[in-house]
């Protein structure tokens, strides 16, 4: 191992300086007075948590978590989602008189270090879940609070990119019958991998008729005609069952007046059976990765309570990213002053606190360069001297 | 920048045949594009800027998302385990991955060793065959690592098998074909549908008729 440089710090790890932490904690305010408004409540949980429970609940790959022991050899993971934690809190303590819970958090949340730049192993999440209610009007609702939350934090590029996780699942089972050829195929549209997909319905011994069924699920995305073209190609079942519902979701998003920010996809699956139904990824124009996700999933079962919850995380480094611009405008002003006069400094600077005026108050003798000094601020005010000025 | 696609090229081998191509699915690319050391050709008349990369960087620009779309080697994508769109086959720079080394000789029992190219796939490969073998990486002219008793094996990609043949190399085992793949990056693939939509069905045409 080589000797480290003080500068260092552990890989994958970055300092908020100060004027980042200005434009973060901004951002974070706007999402989060939306959420409140929107009557969600917030809460914290353990940055520690279990591997066993937590960790092996966690949609999060276990290669992804970042692990520690404690002292008695239990295996703990910093927590790398905060849905886990939700569901383990919601299931021990919060669904005891069986009605709708409306929760929200934001939280820093760890990944295992990986060596490529722009893969943080610690970032900052903020989300909701709704637990405990099963319409659709929950999962529109939900969405609904996403786009108004982004909004608010002054994001207008955006795009959620809505999918179902029965449907593709459902189509490969009515047309295949096994779960081994249905898994095979799901596996390379998890992989994103369109060329196999291709070649492996083009193996299968099927009609022309189902090939094609199988081939137009590249091709469901884009509006609300993405619904009726999926109808085309599913029979009755879970599947149909999954379109009707993205229908009523359609209807509840356009009366919620946000469809401008929203499409269909139904070659969106997660990776393992995390999602249970309608499920959703958020695109910035100007950022590669999605800046949140969500969905509905059974996660709280795992944790001993028959629930099912719907919820999203938006990825706060990514968000910032997605707004670019410039620092955010320092309106800070300062008082500098001599001894002498520091009670009317004092004075001066309460009554400018008061008025919810960002001041400094400096004594001119710490100060070496003054001019570098009062360049930091919007505005100097000098009490110097023995003397008021009348 | 919604208007403008990104496309992410690879140098060398494999981009004469992907200009012809874009060509035949009637893009009109300048003349400049034959013979240029630029690093990004601008083409505004058709909304569409290019980045000229090393093959095996393609996907990382792909997948960051600095370029929208890119033409990739399947061998790449093995190999760097990408979060991209895979949409098409171009079916152009064709040739196989292999593994290859000096005729009659069999793999150390102890620690067999495989000099390549691509750590990644060669590891997954002896894995799935049962076997664990030591990795040595080497970035070119990997065909040396056996003639100089640096490794027992070597992995890399074989097109004519001209070079093997001309270094008293064979061929052992073939692994996998490899060709040029249309890889999108999942953002861009749905914030800019219609583009890559449009450019995907008219690289499609051209590719079935081959």
């Known amino acids: 191992m080589s000797r480290l440089f003080m500068f260092e710090k552990p890989l994958g790890m970055r300092d908020t300086l100060p004027s980042l932490y200005e434009k973060k904690h901004r951002v974070r305010t706007q999402m989060a007075d ?7 409540e917030f809460i914290e949980t353990p940055t520690l948590e279990y591997y066993e429970t937590v960790g092996a609940a966690s949609a999060i790959n276990d290669a992804q978590l970042f692990k520690l022991l404690d002292k008695d050899g239990h295996t703990l993971v910093l927590r790398p989602d905060m849905t886990a934690p939700i569901a383990r809190v919601a299931a021990s303590k919060l669904l005891d008189d069986n009605l709708p819970v409306r929760l929200a958090y ?5 990944r295992a270090q990986q060596r490529e730049g722009g893969r943080p192993a610690e970032f900052e999440q903020i989300g909701i879940e709704f637990i405990n209610d099963q319409t659709v009007s929950c999962d529109a609702e939900v969405i609904a609070l996403l786009i108004s939350s982004l909004k608010q934090a002054g994001l207008t590029e955006f795009q959620v990119s809505i999918g179902h996780a029965e449907f593709a699942q459902d189509l490969f089972m009515q047309i295949l019958g096994t779960n081994g050829r249905a898994t095979s195929l799901r596996k390379f549209l998890y992989e994103k991998n369109y060329v196999g997909y291709r070649d492996q319905v083009n193996s299968f011994q099927l009609s022309t008729i189902d090939k094609q069924r199988l081939l137009k699920l590249l091709q469901l995305r884009g509006n609300g005609e993405v619904i009726g073209n999926a109808l085309d190609i599913i029979e009755n079942d879970k599947g149909k069952q999954a379109i009707l519902e993205l229908q009523e979701l359609w209807e509840i998003i356009k009366d919620y007046g946000v469809e401008e920010h929203v499409k269909f996809d139904l070659s969106i699956v997660s990776h ?12 910035a124009g ?46 800070t002003n300062c008082i500098l002053f001599s001894p002498e006069r520091r009670k009317e400094a004092f004075e ?4 400018r606190h008061e008025q919810g005026i960002k001041t400094v108050l400096q004594d001119i003798n710490g100060v070496k360069d003054l001019d570098a000094f009062t360049k930091k601020f919007a505005d100097t005010t000098y009490l110097i001297g023995g003397r008021k000025d009348d | 920048m919604t208007n403008v696609l990104t496309i992410a090229m690879p140098k060398g081998r494999i981009f004469e ?11 009109k690319l300048p003349p400049e594009f034959d013979d240029n050391r630029k690093l990004i050709i601008e083409v505004p008349e058709e909304g569409l800027r290019f980045i000229l990369a090393k093959p095996m960087d393609v996907a990382t620009y792909v997948e960051h998302g600095v370029a929208d779309v890119g033409i990739a080697g399947k ?9 991209v769109y895979e949409l098409l086959d171009l079916k152009i720079s064709s040739c196989y991955l292999a593994v290859a080394g000096l005729p009659n ?33 080497l970035n070119g002219s990997i065909e040396l690592a056996p003639l100089i008793g640096l490794s027992d094996r070597i992995v890399d990609i074989v097109s004519t098998g001209r070079t093997l043949k001309e270094n008293g190399l064979v061929e052992y085992e073939r692994i996998q074909d490899v060709t040029s793949r249309l890889i999108v990056n999942p953002v861009s693939y749905r914030i800019k549908d219609r583009k890559i939509d449009e450019l995907v069905e008219r690289l499609h045409e051209v590719v079935e008729v081959l």
């Open chain 1, 34 to 40: 939306t959420m409140r408004e929107w009557g969600y």
């Open chain 1, 106 to 110: 934001t939280a820093n949340v760890f």
């Open chain 1, 272 to 283: 393992m059976s995390y999602y249970s139904g309608i499920l959703y990824e958020v695109y």
């Open chain 1, 286 to 331: 100007n950022v590669g990765f999605p800046i949140g996700n969500g969905g509905r999933y059974s996660l709280i079962e795992k944790f001993g309570k028959k629930a099912t919850a719907t919820g999203f995380a938006v990825r706060v480094d990514m968000l910032l990213e997605a707004l670019g611009g410039g620092l955010v405008e320092d309106t």
């Open chain 1, 348 to 351: 001066l600077a309460q009554k």
């Open chain 2, 17 to 27: 045949e992907a200009v012809e191509l874009l060509r035949q699915a009637g893009y």
């Open chain 2, 75 to 83: 061998d790449v994508l093995l190999e760097e385990e990408r979060d």
């Open chain 2, 105 to 137: 000789t069999k793999m150390n029992e102890v620690a067999p060793r495989v000099a390549t190219k691509y750590p990644n796939v060669a590891e997954a490969y002896f894995r799935e065959q049962g076997e664990q073998v030591e990795i040595i990486k």
